[in-house]
Structures are given as structure tokens and as C-alpha cells.
């Protein structure tokens, strides 16, 4: 299985800031690679797919990068609405595996 | 307005069975694989099950093969979720969602998600 590991595990950070975190595959994905945005109670929601590209309907201000390994998601100008926890997750080889998270906190 | 909603969580004993449904509407249903993600409460997420979009092929995480059985009915817009021999470490919320864009047949991503049900491996 491909192993995702993101980092940090968790940042705090005041609105207004550029946020940036990192996801690392065990071997490469190519760019499958996709973001997803999660808050309590919540499941998943879709935030980049294929590395790079926003789902519909998610603000601007979210954007993805990378390819290969090293992938990442970066929030400019954070909003209260961000505070929440962001897993990557690989689509290249069975099973799907997900990283373990970044939990954005408010400073 | 797309929907996915889970049934059949609850509390079970260790070594017991339960099974999980999903009912889908607002897309067409028959189009799409459909995967089963566990998330162990304040811990991260776990691919489960993977069925094709006919239901002819199915994937499962070593840590539930022989154990769990995934299935579907395009007829009725469902997908189900057989566990057995459950064990204390099978405790999760579980969430059906669609899988689709993956580069082999059974990864892929999710932009369709349920609510998640709760199931709870306890004696």
C-alpha cells in the first residue's frame, strides 16, 4: 500500500494568514492527488482533485500543487470558515489511502 | 441535490454481524463505483471496500477481508456493507461515498459523501 504522510499534524494560525502544508507518498502518484477539507460531525468535502484543480464551488483562495511525491495544499488569506482538519489522499493504486491530517487551528 | 444516507450502525458485540446500507439519489447511480471509508472517532480515514460500478468486481482492506462483504442493487439505488466476526477494532463512523477517477480499478476519489452511521464494537 502507498503510505501518505502529511505534516504538520497540525498548525495554528490567525485569519488573514497564508497557510501552507505538506503531503509525501511512499512512491509516486503521479498526480493523482486530491485534498480534502473536514470539520466535526462532518464527512469529507472535496477540495482539489488531481493535484492542482479546485472543485467546483470551493473559493479561490485554495490552491494544490506538486506531483510525483511531494504534494501541497496552501490556504491564502484564511477565513474563519477554514479552521478545520485537511487529508490528502492518493487514487493511483489500490486501496485509496489517506494521510493522516493537518488540523488548522485558530491562534 | 445529490444524497447519500447510511443505515444500520449501532452497538454490537465482538464476533457479531451487522450490516450497513446506503441509499442514493440525485445521480445516476448505476455509473459509479461506490466505496465504504471507516474513521475511527478523532482519527483519520480508512478505504474499506470498493465495489464496480456493475458489481462485478469488489476490493477490500486486508484488515477486513473474509470478513466484510460489499455489495449493491442499481435497481433500488443501494449499496451495503455485510460485517462479520467484528472486532473491537472495527469501531468507526462509516461513510459510503462515490469512487470514481482513479488510475487502477479500485482507488479513487470521493466528491460524493454521506452523513456517515456510527458503528460500535463493544461487549
Known amino acids: 500500500d502507498i503510505h501518505m504522510t502529511q505534516s504538520p499534524s497540525s498548525l495554528s494560525a490567525s485569519v488573514g494568514d497564508r497557510v501552507t502544508m505538506t503531503c509525501r507518498a511512499s512512491q509516486s502518484v503521479r498526480n493523482y492527488l486530491y485534498w480534502y477539507q473536514q470539520k466535526p460531525g462532518n464527512a469529507p468535502k472535496l477540495l482539489i482533485y488531481v493535484a492542482s484543480y479546485l472543485e467546483s464551488g470551493v473559493p479561490s483562495r485554495f490552491s494544490g500543487s506538486g506531483s510525483g511525491t511531494d504534494f501541497t495544499l496552501t490556504i491564502s488569506n484564511l477565513q474563519p470558515d477554514d479552521f478545520a482538519t485537511y487529508y490528502c489522499?492518493?487514487?493511483?493504486?489500490?486501496?485509496?489511502?489517506f494521510g493522516g491530517g493537518t488540523k488548522v487551528e485558530i491562534k | 441535490e445529490v444524497q447519500l444516507l447510511e443505515s444500520g450502525g449501532g452497538l454490537v458485540q465482538p464476533g457479531g454481524s451487522l450490516r450497513l446500507s446506503c441509499a442514493a439519489s440525485?445521480?445516476?447511480?448505476?455509473?459509479?463505483?461506490m466505496t465504504w471509508v471507516r474513521q475511527i472517532p478523532g482519527r483519520g480515514l480508512e478505504s474499506v471496500s470498493v465495489i464496480s460500478a456493475s458489481g462485478s468486481n469488489a476490493y477490500y482492506a486486508d484488515s477486513v477481508k473474509g470478513r466484510f462483504t460489499i455489495s449493491r442493487d442499481n435497481s433500488r439505488n443501494m449499496v451495503h456493507l455485510q460485517m462479520s466476526s467484528l472486532r473491537v477494532e472495527d469501531t468507526a463512523v462509516y461513510y459510503c461515498?462515490?469512487?470514481?477517477?482513479?488510475?487502477?480499478?479500485?482507488?479513487?476519489?470521493?466528491?460524493?459523501w454521506g452523513q456517515g452511521t456510527l458503528l460500535t464494537v463493544s461487549s
Open positions: 489522499q492518493q487514487a493511483y493504486s489500490g486501496p485509496p489511502t
Open positions: 440525485g445521480f445516476t447511480f448505476s455509473y459509479y463505483d
Open positions: 461515498a462515490n469512487s470514481k477517477g482513479g488510475y487502477d480499478s479500485w482507488s479513487g476519489y470521493s466528491d460524493y
